[in-house]
């Protein structure tokens, strides 16, 4: 049955105690900003919303499955679609922002073969952004390759053959190495089976996802259902004969397209962004036509409803999220980032925020889940209690969490300068559903949809009506303290930090301060229906706004770095968390425990833990192409990784010692002490550099409150 909101007067009502941001009155009209909310929740049509998402599924390159991907015919057409209805529903100025990538279009693959019965099976397989083209079905032998690693497949003649193998690729490894491990063994693909981590929801689950890895190196997907059949036909060697049809191909130096509509606002010189991606694999109903649908049902509301922006509303269908560059750890992002960094970096200092949309339309535990900025989550935090509830979603109300984190288009956005927030993802979908054929209509929650619809309308509203970006820099403040470890850090460096953070909390204290008086003077104007005040107020603040973009920036810049497994931390948490386990590594084998220091310690520093189980082949390729690469390859990740601990020989040499009880570990200790040498030093220049970027901050903000 379907739930009903309430009463869209009451959510009105519940807005006119809104945040620091102000209220709207439109030039030829009498609306406050509770009117503008009612208008427009009343015009909200979840129905509109949701057969876009539908009609989406539409356009495919692979007829079976789906896959509408980076540069692909189907990313193209999907993208002139949506232009088509961005006009349509009214938006204004609609372009084909045009940027370069690499393309993939997987048109299909079936691996057939006779099973244990004597019966002809044919699977349907997943792809990967990899190249492997067949003349119709050609024969191969395929042979279980247990995980892929360097020792399953070592006493394997692979050459030439289908490497079948299990994967988790949550618990234990990415889908390129095992790929790249058996491309270097001569393999001509690997077929992966999931084993956990993802697909989980049933066992003829097939699985997708960013590759990492070159083009060179083909894999493909398969079902747990198929594979156990196939392993019930392979012989007493593991293998099997089977014959493959199969169409995946890797173009470089393609192009494909952002569709962006506007609703064009009184303040010409100010934007409220919205964004979305539209490639997808699979039919990608939650991953991310939901969103998409939901971009452009927000849309359609304002339009319908009348609403009369004070900032230009800006809408933007990101393509190729997903991938869109071969042989890069970050590959995906890539339509985002060439947005903000290449076709669009204007924006920044205009776009005074961003909403970003992934997997919108799912009910999925008892709380919703905004991932901001750090420096939005004290304005979201606000915000959050004028959203509505709806019957039978989220009883819990909405959690905040920060920061923004690599997983969706958001990262690119901040890392620019446009602070951001993205819809998180909730439960289990990621384990079950996510990146398979199963993200698809039955995974629909009307209510949940319902709710982000009034949610981000809102959100886009609230953040409408503010003069200058709503940013308290005191979260990020308090959570870079948060992260300093006394156990690690110098009693000199907690202090010099502390001290630089104490300064820098208090010009953050006086700045927000200022910016939320600078927000309450001009709701007042647009309350009071006094435009030429808001103008006049907007023109006063208009240098606070760009100042207050500028240090935002600048945070970013100064204190977002990138773990090896792409977590944003601050640039001390690097050596701070190296130290921490070459110690332990190292006090352990002063123990001679050789167990502890490769399972508790030496498998956290860094990447080493690719040392456990790959070739130095594979590790040296996966660690160089983060290190040697250009800034244009690896877009929104370049600088961002601080160096790297080479510690395989060492972990090859303790494992090889591990059933020595009278092991000699002179030289493995050797090795760590040099590395705790480097990261002693580096962790000196990082809190250096941190201590001089704060006190920038404070500079920066200290002017922006003066």
């Known amino acids: 049955m379907k739930k009903r909101i309430v009463s869209v007067l009451l959510a009105a009502s519940l807005l006119l105690s809104a945040t620091a941001c102000g209220k709207q009155n439109a030039e030829d009209t009498s609306q406050t900003e509770a009117d503008a909310a009612q208008a427009y929740l009343s015009h909200v049509d979840v129905d509109y919303s949701y057969d876009l998402a539908v009609k989406l599924e539409d356009i495919r390159s692979n007829e079976k499955l789906g896959y509408r991907t980076a540069g692909s015919e189907a990313e193209i057409a999907t993208g002139d679609m949506l232009k088509e209805e961005m006009e349509r529903i009214g938006l204004q100025n609609v372009t084909k922002d045009e940027f370069t990538l690499d393309t993939w279009t997987f048109t299909g693959a079936q691996l057939s073969f006779t099973d244990s019965t004597g019966e002809v099976q044919t699977a349907e397989l997943g792809g990967y952004q990899t190249d492997f083209v067949t003349d119709g079905a050609e024969a191969y032998t395929v042979i279980d390759g247990g995980q892929g690693t360097e020792a399953d497949l070592a006493g394997l003649d692979v050459t030439g053959k289908l490497v079948l193998v299990d994967i988790d690729q949550r618990a234990d490894w990415w889908i390129n190495y095992p790929a790249y491990e058996a491309h270097l063994a001569g393999a001509a693909a690997v077929i992966a089976v999931q084993n956990g981590g993802y697909g989980e929801v049933s066992d003829d689950a097939l699985n997708a996802q960013d590759v990492c890895g070159p083009a060179d190196a083909p894999a493909f997907s398969m079902s ?93 269908a990101m393509a190729a999220e997903e991938w869109g560059m071969s042989d890069t750890r970050y590959d995906w992002s890539t339509g985002a980032y060439n947005q903000i960094f290449r076709v669009h970096p204007e924006w920044v200092g205009k776009v005074i925020a961003d909403i970003n949309f992934e997997l919108p339309a799912m009910d999925a535990g008892t709380a919703d889940q905004i991932r901001t900025s750090y420096e939005l989550k004290t304005f979201v935090d606000e915000f959050k209690s004028d959203v509505p509830q709806v019957d039978g979603v989220f009883p819990d109300g909405i959690e905040i969490i920060v920061p923004t984190q690599t997983w969706s288009d958001d990262f690119s956005l901040s890392i620019a300068g446009v602070p951001s927030s993205v819809t998180a993802l909730r439960g289990d979908f990621s384990k079950t559903h996510y990146h398979s054929q199963f993200d698809n209509q039955d995974t629909y929650s009307r209510e949940a949809f319902l709710f982000h619809h009034n949610m981000y309308g809102l959100l886009m509203l609230a953040y409408d009506h503010c003069a200058v970006s709503p940013l308290d820099f005191s979260t990020r ?44 003077a001009y709701q007042q104007a647009l309350d009071a229906g006094d435009t030429g005040k808001a103008d006049e107020l907007l023109a006063e603040t208009r240098e606070m706004n760009a100042n207050v973009l500028t240090a935002f920036k600048f945070a970013e810049d100064a204190f977002v770095r990138l773990t090896w497994e792409d977590s944003s931390i601050f640039p001390h948490e690097h050596s701070q968390s190296n130290l921490l386990a070459l110690q332990g590594a190292a006090e352990a084998l002063k123990q001679g425990d050789s167990a502890a220091a490769l399972d508790e310690y030496l498998y956290g520093v860094d990447n080493n833990w690719y040392a456990y189980d790959w070739s130095r082949e594979t590790f040296d390729h996966f660690t160089d192409y983060v290190l040697y690469q250009s800034a244009d390859r690896l877009m929104w990740g370049a600088g961002r990784v601080q160096g790297h601990e080479d510690l395989f020989d060492v972990i090859r040499s303790v494992q090889a010692k591990t059933d020595d009880s009278s092991a000699d570990y002179t030289v493995e200790l050797e090795r760590l002490n040099q590395a705790i040498e480097t990261q002693t030093n580096m962790l000196d220049e990082q809190v250096a550099h941190e201590v001089d970027a704060l006190k920038e901050l404070t500079t920066l903000l200290t002017e922006l409150a003066g």
């Not at 199969?246 to 010409?268: E, F, L």
């Not at 630089?500 to 309450?520: F, I, K, M, P, Q």
């Open 224 to 316: 747990r259902t198929d594979a156990e059949l196939l392993k019930a036909a392979m012989d007493e060697n593991g293998e099997a004969a089977v014959t493959l049809d199969a169409d995946s191909r890797v173009g470089k130096d393609g192009t494909s397209y952002n569709i962006v509509g506007i609703i064009p606002g009184r303040d010409t010189e100010s934007m409220v962004l919205m964004s979305a991606h539209y490639d997808s694999y699979f039919a990608g109903f939650q991953d991310d036509n939901a969103a998409i649908a939901l971009m452009l049902g927000i849309a359609k509301g304002l339009i319908d409803s009348g609403y009369q922006p004070e900032k230009t509303l800006v809408f933007c």
């Open 477 to 520: 403040l308090n959570a870079l303290r948060e992260s300093m470890d006394d156990t690690v850090m110098t009693a000199e460096q907690m202090d010099t930090l502390n001290t630089a953070l104490d300064e820098a909390e208090a010009a953050a204290g006086t700045a927000w301060a200022r910016v939320s008086e600078a927000n309450a």
